[in-house]
């Protein structure tokens, strides 16, 4: 189900989120400071973040049926996340929303909670 008001629904739903998801991958998997800690093979990696973008936006809560409880920043500990590496992911996420014509306000909304949640992602300092 699609809940009005949501910047899921709001953005034109799974299409859009597919295109992002996409988008970001193309650029994490030629980023030299992210290569390191992603696997060669990006497609199973693309798809759970497509599951949790459609939740985190206010879609249907694909990842919690398929992965659980997200439990974020546990998944994250065994990848050392340096803030040069939370940098490289966000510039690469907004790179991502461009290609995917994410328009305003949408775009600045969703980059600032992404933001927020990386933020929330490091566990090793420079
Ligand atoms: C701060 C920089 C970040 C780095 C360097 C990073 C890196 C990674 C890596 C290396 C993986 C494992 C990939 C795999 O084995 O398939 C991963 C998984 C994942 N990341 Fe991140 N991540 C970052 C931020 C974020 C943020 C901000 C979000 C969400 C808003 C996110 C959501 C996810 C999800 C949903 C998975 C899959 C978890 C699972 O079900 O296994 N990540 N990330």
Same mark, same amino acid.
């Given at each position: 189900?699609?809940?009005?008001?949501?910047?899921?629904?709001?953005?034109?739903?799974?299409?859009?989120?597919?295109?992002?998801?996409?988008?970001? +991958?193309?650029?994490?998997?030629?980023?030299?400071?992210?290569?390191?800690?992603?696997?060669?093979?990006?497609?199973?990696?693309?798809?759970?973040?497509?599951?949790?973008?459609?939740?985190?936006?206010?879609?249907?809560?694909? +990842?919690?049926?398929?992965?659980?409880?997200?439990?974020?920043?546990?998944?994250?500990?065994?990848?050392?996340?340096?803030?040069?590496?939370?940098?490289?992911?966000?510039?690469?996420?907004?790179?991502?929303?461009?290609?995917?014509?994410?328009?305003?306000? +949408?775009?600045?909304?969703?980059?600032?909670?992404?933001?927020?949640?990386?933020?929330?992602?490091?566990?090793?300092?420079?």
């Amino acid at each position: 189900m699609t809940k009005p008001g949501t910047i899921f629904e709001a953005i034109g739903g799974f299409d859009s989120i597919d295109r992002l998801v996409t988008a970001f +991958y193309k650029r994490v998997g030629k980023h030299p400071k992210l290569i390191p800690i992603f696997p060669d093979d990006l497609t199973e990696t693309a798809r759970k973040q497509r599951l949790f973008l459609t939740q985190f936006f206010g879609g249907p809560q694909l +990842y919690n049926e398929d992965r659980g409880h997200p439990m974020l920043r546990r998944r994250h500990l065994p990848f050392v996340i340096t803030p040069e590496r939370r940098n490289a992911w966000l510039d690469c996420m907004s790179e991502a929303l461009i290609e995917a014509e994410i328009e305003e306000p +949408y775009r600045t909304a969703i980059f600032d909670k992404l933001s927020m949640t990386a933020n929330h992602m490091m566990n090793t300092p420079e």
